[in-house]
């Protein structure tokens, strides 16, 4: 069974100030690691994804997450926040062999950026 | 190109109705999937299809059914709807079945009274 925990169900930051955003996960074997982004009345946008090599990152819209085997987590961070950055953010985990496309993700953070 | 597109946007129905959603996939895309996103939840996996095999089931019932038509388009079937099943229901496609990223669609919002 795969798992991903978000523990944080709203995370609120300053505009222009770091944010991050926390993921852990649980799957047998190697994990595959996402974050989608969903604003209101729409689908889920791709972020990032993880899946071998670099630990660190980089994805859309200057995001970028950090693997952590040890730790089990996959946390989303960006430098320097955006009042449109306020969005819900979700952290899915998947295998990389046998998964196919089933995701499996987080309950969702709402990141809410203020002026 | 057109990203994934989903009919109808909004649906209401009453319980023990049946109900088909339609997902039309990104040009070049193979596989589609079907999620279920119960408000303040994450999406859940409902089926994949590939190359209109069906290549993935998550624990749903039976009355939720799938099907990927020749041209990779797709449709979900719920039948004997029961009010828990009200939720916004995501297509995605992906061009194949390994290390892939999904795009999704809008969705579908059922209501069920």
């Known amino acids: 069974a795969q798992s991903v925990a978000q523990p944080e169900d709203q995370v609120n930051v300053a505009e222009g100030n770091p944010l991050t955003v926390k993921c852990t996960y649980s799957?047998?074997?190697?994990?595959?690691l996402f974050w989608y982004v969903q604003y209101p009345n729409r689908g889920l946008q791709f972020l990032l994804k993880?899946?071998?090599?670099?630990?660190l990152v980089k994805g859309s819209y200057g995001f970028e997450a950090e693997f952590n085997k040890s730790q089990t987590s996959f946390h989303l961070k960006k430098p320097s926040a955006l009042v449109s950055d306020s969005a819900l953010y979700f952290c899915?985990?998947?295998?990389?062999?046998?998964?196919?496309?089933?995701?499996?993700f987080g309950t969702g953070t709402q990141l809410k950026v203020e002026l | 190109d057109a990203g994934v597109t989903q009919s109808p946007t909004h649906l209401i129905k009453t319980r023990g109705q049946q109900v088909t959603l339609r997902c039309s996939p990104i040009?070049?895309?193979?596989?589609v999937s079907w999620y279920q996103q119960v408000l303040g939840q994450g999406p859940q996996f409902i089926f994949q299809?590939?190359?209109?095999?069906?290549?993935g089931r998550g624990n749903f019932p039976d009355r939720f059914s799938a099907r990927q038509f020749p041209n990779y388009s797709s449709e979900l079937n719920v039948n004997a709807l029961l009010l828990g099943d009200s939720a916004l229901y995501l297509c995605?496609?992906?061009?194949?079945?390994?290390?892939?990223?999904?795009?999704f669609g809008s969705g579908t919002q059922l209501s069920v009274l």
């Open positions: 995605a496609s992906s061009r194949g079945t390994v290390n892939e990223k999904l795009f």
């Open positions: 799957v047998s074997g190697n994990p595959y």
């Open positions: 993880y899946i071998t090599g670099d630990n």
């Open positions: 899915a985990v998947r295998r990389i062999t046998g998964g196919g496309n089933k995701l499996t």
């Open positions: 040009s070049g895309h193979k596989s």
């Open positions: 299809y590939y190359e209109k095999e069906e290549r």
